[in-house]
């Protein structure tokens, strides 16, 4: 697929079963070969607009064989051919996650003490309870509070945890990753004290006569990274190997591949998998742009790998987030009439840190959510791309959550992507006017403008920041209100809503071309890998009529190189 396809692709043009037959765009049926596996009657989204409806698919050697009617494929069944007959579910191309962070949700779902969606009361409840049967003196950790749940939507503060942990140092990270709770014992191990500077690009929130209230955000969150203490117990911890668990629980999930975060310690541990027949996931494994000079110097290339591992992009972090109130904006917040955000490099630094990755032929993702934070990585980019030419290296914006109508034609002038997560703004939107206003909040995720000036963008969770179901990014791309209460009714800014269509395109093809795949995955076509989603309904119709059932629509089966790693049926 040629480089510009990407910025002409017009993803409403997607077209779903109803078949008309099986000589496609995909290639004629070469009746010499028989299939591995059919998969019949079914809805098809096939991501791309130049293969013509279908409602079966055919799999040989692991790859897309043909697509075409039911009738027709059927010729291609042979004496070892699996037959599954859908009998109207719908088939995807297998979705990939473009931004999660894999390993430290696999932790969240099997270890760590998460309080994800609780109000003050229940998170305190759960922290006496860690207490309770953890070891003296034992470090809690928590994950996942988020304020806007609270009753007054407050940020909490020290003596809160002190009532429940008297004795316990407690450490609590909010949903975005971006601040942490502290009680006071947590604060007195690490040092941090009325006389504590804030670090660059970091905050120590205090209270009027400068002491700590136990916020801690952006960088500051590293000087609490230090303190040792007895292992806490987690409540209902699950055992076992936990990449290999967050691999089941992601396939159960509908999920073929995710982009992550990682080392290459973590490269290592796939392969290792790999090599036991346990890798059921395809990984693009990014890291972090610090240990650029040693990838140089071992000759570590991007998208060096295969199709079960490889080496992603370089990622950067520009600047923090709404919830925590540290997204570079050119406007102050609201609620804080002397804080713009936070830039966690120095402009200077961010140019240089841009160029360098792109002199020497790596992409970068660099993490960018306020509108300054969004406007000056494009500036960065651009100053690199006239210093070294383009290269096509695809940059990608992570987050890019609020984007003013001046920078939106940059993306595509830039080839750059966009790389969003659908439930950031279903979470947000409870915080967002509060932040910054509704006028500044119509700048935010900004799926049908990107869309409308044919810019591909890339879908993911950003678990366990959010949670790993696609289910509820599709749902959130179409509705754009809250899940957890249903509002706002209309849909939070709803022209920017999008169809099913293009949210699955950009679950798909969009996710797989930011990450250099799209030649084999993505969309369902003759001759790529036999990646398929399954699930057990008729999901175009179910966006059109019923579109909260989308968030309980079961996933029927995942198959990921024509070999089914997960079905409802058998639990495999």
Same mark, same amino acid.
């Given at each position: 697929?040629?480089?510009?396809?990407?910025?002409?692709?017009?993803?409403?043009?997607?077209?779903?079963?109803?078949?008309?037959?099986?000589?496609s765009a995909s290639g004629k049926i070469d009746e010499k070969i028989l299939a591995d596996l059919l998969l019949t009657n079914a809805v098809v989204i096939t991501s791309n607009s130049s293969v013509s409806p279908c409602d079966a698919v055919a799999v040989k050697d692991g790859r897309i064989l043909s697509t075409g009617t039911t009738e027709d494929l059927m010729t291609l069944k042979g004496?070892?051919?699996?037959?599954?007959?859908?009998?109207?579910?719908?088939?995807?191309?297998?979705?990939?996650?473009?931004?999660?962070?894999?390993?430290?949700?696999?932790?969240?779902?099997?270890?760590?003490?998460?309080?994800?969606?609780?109000?003050?009361?229940?998170?305190?409840?759960?922290?006496?309870?860690?207490?309770?049967?953890?070891?003296?003196g034992a470090i809690i950790y928590a994950y996942h509070f988020n304020h806007a749940y609270f009753k007054d939507k407050k940020w909490p503060d020290r003596f809160q945890l002190d009532k429940v942990a008297p004795g316990n140092p407690v450490i609590v990270t909010r949903v975005d990753g971006h601040s942490v709770w502290l009680n006071s014992v947590a604060l007195k191990m690490a040092g941090?004290?009325?006389?504590?500077?804030?670090?660059?690009?970091?905050?120590?929130?205090?209270?009027?006569?400068?002491?700590?209230?136990?916020?801690?955000? $952006?960088?500051?969150?590293? @000087?609490?990274?230090?303190?040792?203490?007895?292992?806490?117990? !987690?409540?209902?911890? =699950?055992? +076992? &190997?936990?990449?290999?668990?967050?691999?089941?629980?992601?396939?159960?999930?509908?999920?073929?591949?995710?982009?992550?975060?990682?080392?290459?310690?973590?490269?290592?541990?796939?392969?290792?998998?790999?090599?036991?027949?346990?890798?059921?996931?395809?990984?693009?494994?990014?890291?972090?742009?610090?240990?650029?000079?040693?990838?140089?110097?071992?000759?570590?290339?991007?998208?060096?790998?295969?199709?079960?591992?490889?080496?992603?992009?370089?990622?950067?972090?520009?600047?923090?987030?709404?919830?925590?109130?540290?997204?570079?904006?050119?406007?102050?917040?609201?609620?804080?009439?002397?804080?713009?955000?936070?830039?966690?490099?120095?402009? $200077?630094?961010?140019?240089? @840190?841009?160029?360098?990755?792109?002199?020497?032929?790596?992409? !970068?993702?660099?993490? =960018?959510? +306020? &509108?300054?934070?969004?406007?000056?990585?494009?500036?960065?980019?651009?100053?690199?791309?006239?210093?070294?030419?383009?290269?096509?290296?695809?940059?990608?914006?992570?987050?890019?959550?609020?984007?003013?109508?001046?920078?939106?034609?940059?993306?595509?002038?830039?080839?750059?992507?966009?790389?969003?997560?659908?439930?950031?703004?279903?979470?947000?939107?409870?915080?967002?006017?509060?932040?910054?206003?509704?006028?500044?909040?119509?700048?935010?995720?900004?799926?049908?403008?990107?869309?409308?000036?044919?810019?591909?963008?890339?879908?993911?969770?950003?678990?366990?920041?959010?949670?790993?179901?696609?289910?509820?990014?599709?749902?959130?791309?179409?509705?754009?209100?809250?899940?957890?209460?249903?509002?706002?009714?209309?849909?939070?800014?709803?022209?920017?809503?999008?169809?099913?269509?293009?949210?699955?395109?950009?679950?798909?093809?969009?996710?797989?071309?930011?990450?250099?795949?799209?030649?084999?995955?993505?969309?369902?076509?003759?001759?790529?890998?036999?990646?398929?989603?399954?699930?057990?309904?008729?999901?175009?119709?179910?966006?059109?009529?019923?579109?909260?059932?989308?968030?309980?629509?079961?996933?029927?089966?995942?198959?990921?190189?024509?070999?089914?790693?997960?079905?409802?049926?058998?639990?495999?």
């Open positions: 697929m040629k480089n510009y396809l990407i910025f002409t692709f017009i993803v409403t043009t997607i077209i779903v079963a109803g078949c008309t037959g099986g000589d004496p070892d051919t699996e037959v599954l007959d859908m009998n109207g579910k719908t088939i995807l191309p297998g979705l990939h996650d473009a931004h999660v962070h894999f390993e430290s949700g696999a932790k969240a779902v099997t270890q760590n003490l998460s309080v994800r969606f609780m109000n003050l009361e229940q998170i305190l409840a759960k922290i006496e309870e860690a207490v309770r049967i953890s070891p003296k941090i004290s009325k006389d504590t500077p804030d670090p660059q690009g970091g905050e120590i929130q205090r209270f009027e006569d400068g002491t700590p209230t136990g916020i801690l955000k $952006e960088t500051a969150e590293e @000087l609490v990274k230090n303190i040792a203490g007895p292992k806490m117990n !987690v409540p209902g911890a =699950a055992g +076992g &190997n936990i990449l290999e668990e967050g691999i089941k629980y992601a396939n159960r999930l509908g999920l073929t591949s995710v982009t992550t975060s990682g080392t290459l310690d973590l490269i290592d541990r796939l392969n290792r998998l790999k090599s036991e027949g346990k890798l059921t996931l395809r990984f693009n494994v990014w890291l972090p742009i610090e240990g650029i000079q040693e990838y140089l110097d071992k000759g570590i290339v991007m998208n060096q790998g295969d199709n079960m591992v490889k080496v992603s992009f370089l990622k950067i972090f520009c600047d923090g987030t709404i919830g925590s109130a540290t997204a570079a904006m050119f406007e102050p917040f609201n609620h804080r009439p002397d804080s713009k955000g936070l830039l966690i490099h120095p402009v $200077e630094e961010l140019d240089a @840190l841009i160029a360098k990755a792109h002199q020497n032929n790596w992409q !970068v993702g660099v993490h =960018a959510i +306020g &509108n300054r934070g969004v406007h000056l990585v494009l500036n960065a980019v651009e100053k690199a791309q006239q210093k070294y030419g383009k290269k096509g290296l695809r940059h990608r914006i992570e987050h890019s959550q609020f984007v003013r109508d001046v920078d939106l034609p940059r993306y595509k002038d830039l080839e750059m992507m966009p790389s969003m997560q659908p439930t950031h703004c279903t979470t947000d939107l409870l915080v967002v006017e509060d932040r910054i206003g509704s006028d500044r909040a119509r700048q935010g995720y900004r799926w049908n403008s990107f869309t409308k000036k044919g810019i591909m963008l890339a879908f993911g969770s950003d678990w366990p920041v959010e949670p790993l179901d696609p289910r509820r990014g599709l749902y959130s791309a179409v509705e754009r209100k809250n899940i957890q209460n249903g509002t706002p009714e209309q849909g939070w800014f709803p022209e920017e809503q999008i169809s099913i269509y293009d949210a699955v395109t950009y679950f798909t093809l969009g996710s797989a071309y930011a990450s250099f795949t799209e030649q084999n995955l993505g969309s369902i076509e003759k001759g790529k890998l036999a990646d398929f989603t399954v699930f057990d309904g008729d999901l175009p119709a179910m966006a059109e009529t019923r579109k909260k059932e989308i968030l309980s629509m079961p996933v029927f089966m995942t198959i990921v190189n024509g070999k089914i790693v997960y079905s409802a049926q058998t639990q495999k």
